[in-house]
């Protein structure tokens, strides 16, 4: 598959929807704009598929193993990102959700719906 569909199988929004969705719900603990987020989240999504096929085509991973590897990256860079640039003002309790809740959508997104684009561009 070229890098291009590659980008555009995790930069559409079907795959972004989820994202915004979440990211309006606790905009009122957040640090940044919704705008920025809703520009930049397409852009981040579309380069780490790329990113991590190119990964995946040098290591001679199956698409089962990447996308099993993939959520686990992207959700550890994103609460990297996240805690280092302190983008919330979360409780510790409201964090653990928070992180559960990422994950399960990551898992999610690069699983089920990422990996079916793919299938069929």
Known sequence: MSYAKTFIAAANIFVVAPFY????????????????????????????????????????????????LQPIFTTFLSITIVKTWDYYNFTKKEWSDYYLLLFALHFITWNVTVRYIESIL
Do not use: D, Q
Not at 22 to 49: D, M, Q, R, T
């Open 21 to 68: 969705y979440f990211a309006k719900k606790i905009e009122h603990k957040s640090n940044y704009s919704l705008h920025n987020y809703c520009l930049a989240a397409p852009v981040w999504l579309g380069f780490w598929n790329v990113f991590c096929s190119i990964v995946a085509n040098y290591f001679g991973l199956s698409v089962t193993m990447r996308f099993l």
